[in-house]
């Protein structure tokens, strides 16, 4: 479980190092398991930072759904711009910001990794 | 990159002087061959045979004639540049199938699937005119890059490219176009498709329907054909006006509804009904619900697509359907190091990208580059 969020012990600076939580609908997933690059294409992808918000409240409220974290340096290494955006309600709020061309959200689907598969978000 | 190519149509005639092709055969001769390369692009397309020959076909058949051989009757021609086309040349792949077919015939006395009657008929009539003497023959060459074919068609053969189509009395047929004519006396009315006119044999309560809400419309009719020329339909089971979307034709449902049965159009259309009811901001990311004209435009591109790959013995595994967050579907296959994603932002539009182990192309996409891609992705033949 990670540290209480506040707007004041957030940095507004993204580590490299840092994972990022998405969620999943259903419909995104292969029946192999594996997450389609649809979910992965947002100019302004919205994601949790792991390390201030836990994945229990990214998931909360969305039962069936499902947790995939990606890394900000693989992003960066994309040409994409991690941001943090902190929300009133949601601190931890960063954005992945540029165009994400086909292979781009590929290649950031096959990076995710699961945190949460679908339906395992505690209720 | 586009390829280069040849076709030469040989034809030696008695009393032709060498390096000379009479008018009327050359003409016969250019006209057919476009004809059936067009109508073999139409079919790669994954439109119907018999329906009218699309402008998208004929742009996508571009042959020049290029000249007469000296010391023969040789016609050359060769390819032009084709729009949105990257890869093999249309009309390369058309006349492959065609001497392909016509080579698979001769060895076989059967027709493949993929040289369809309305093909051959063409074919047929554009030699016919060269095949006058028992002894004479048409050859036909065929270049692209490396690859060569070529087959030789004699009066026998020019025979066999000629029997008509004959339907079969059982077989479901469907035919859609204009109503020119109505005859309440026999209960029946006539329709024009694609250049042609059908008498359509109806009931006198259908003959009413027609009469009162469709007449002088575009209507579809399905029925079973009265006799083997399929020019009369009758026991009509269907008959209502024409959606914009149906093209004006004759066609058996069993070839236009052939990638129904497979169970990745099965499969895919129960998905298709289960993303259409997706609500707004599905994704809890603001994603708009799947359209449904793209849902249905590629499920049906994907049934068109299934049933010109069987017609080559292809079957296609089923895809991955998954709706895009701006509300259009996106068709994925991953087969061995290939990867296909194909996605339908809207009707009519295909983006994609191929992935070939660690090679990747993506851009937009013509119908014909995705009907490409999608041979590509299972066979792994060059597109």
């Known amino acids: 479980v990670t540290a209480p969020a506040s707007f004041d012990n957030i940095p507004e600076d993204i580590a490299d190092t840092e994972a990022l939580n998405r969620r999943i609908h259903p419909d995104f997933v292969r029946p192999d398991g594996s997450v389609s690059s649809q979910a992965f294409t947002d100019t302004e992808l919205s994601v949790d930072r792991a390390a201030y918000w836990d994945v229990s409240e990214t998931l909360r409220g969305y039962h069936g759904y499902g947790a995939a974290s990606i890394i900000a340096s693989f992003a960066r290494g994309l040409q994409q711009e991690v941001m943090a955006d902190k929300l009133l309600l949601n601190p931890a709020h960063a954005l992945v910001k540029g165009r994400k061309s086909k292979s781009i959200a590929r290649a950031l689907a096959r990076s995710a990794i699961w945190e949460v598969e679908l339906g395992g978000a505690p209720s | ?383």
Not at chain 2, 6 to 15: L, V
Not at chain 2, 100 to 119: E, K, M
Not at chain 2, 138 to 158: G, N, Q, T, W, Y
Not at chain 2, 228 to 235: D, E, F, Q
Request: glycine share 8%; charged share 25%.
């Open chain 2, 1 to 383: 990159m586009a390829t280069l190519l040849r076709i030469i149509i040989s034809s030696e005639k008695p009393g032709v002087p060498p390096g000379m092709v009479l008018l009327e055969d050359a003409g016969s001769l250019s006209s057919g061959l476009h004809d059936s390369l067009a109508r073999l692009i139409q079919r790669q397309l994954g439109f119907p045979w018999r329906a009218n020959l699309r402008q998208e076909a004929k742009r996508l058949a571009r042959i020049a004639l290029t000249g007469v051989a000296k010391g023969s009757g040789v016609l050359l021609y060769e390819g032009l540049p084709t729009p949105d086309v990257t890869g093999r040349h249309p009309s390369a792949i058309a006349a492959f199938d065609l001497v392909s077919g016509i080579r698979s015939y001769i060895d076989s006395h059967t027709w493949p699937a993929y040289l369809p009657p309305v093909v051959r008929n063409r074919m047929g009539s554009a030699v016919a005119s060269a095949l006058a003497e028992p002894d004479d023959v048409v050859k036909i060459e065929i270049e692209e890059d490396e690859l060569r074919a070529e087959c030789e068609i004699d009066p026998s053969v020019k025979d066999a490219l000629q029997v008509p189509e004959a339907f079969a009395p059982d077989e479901p047929v469907e035919v859609v176009g204009k109503i020119v004519e109505m005859d309440k006396r026999n209960l029946s009315f006539k329709i024009e498709a694609a250049s042609r006119t059908f008498t359509v044999e109806v009931n006198e309560w259908q003959f009413r329907k027609v009469d009162s809400e469709l007449r002088w419309e575009r209507v579809f009719v399905s029925g079973h054909p009265r006799d083997s020329k399929g020019k009369t339909v009758h026991n009509i089971s269907g008959l209502r006006a024409a959606t914009p979307d149906e093209e004006d034709g004759f066609n058996l449902t069993r070839e236009l509804r052939r990638g129904e049965g497979s169970e990745a159009y099965q499969q895919v259309s129960t998905r298709v009904e289960k993303l259409l009811a997706l609500n707004e901001g599905w994704d809890t990311y603001g994603a708009k619900v799947p359209g449904r004209r793209a849902s249905f435009f590629a499920l049906h591109f994907l049934r068109d697509a299934i049933g010109v790959l069987l017609d080559h013995g292809i079957s296609v595994p089923t895809p991955f359907l998954v709706p895009t967050a701006s509300g259009g579907v996106q068709l994925d296959w991953r087969i061995g190091p290939r990867e296909l994603e194909l996605e339908i932002p809207e009707k009519g539009r295909f983006e994609f990208l191929a992935v070939d182990g660690s090679s990747e192309v993506e851009g937009a996409a013509s119908r014909w580059t995705a009907m490409r891609l999608l041979r590509w992705v299972i066979t792994g033949e060059t597109v």
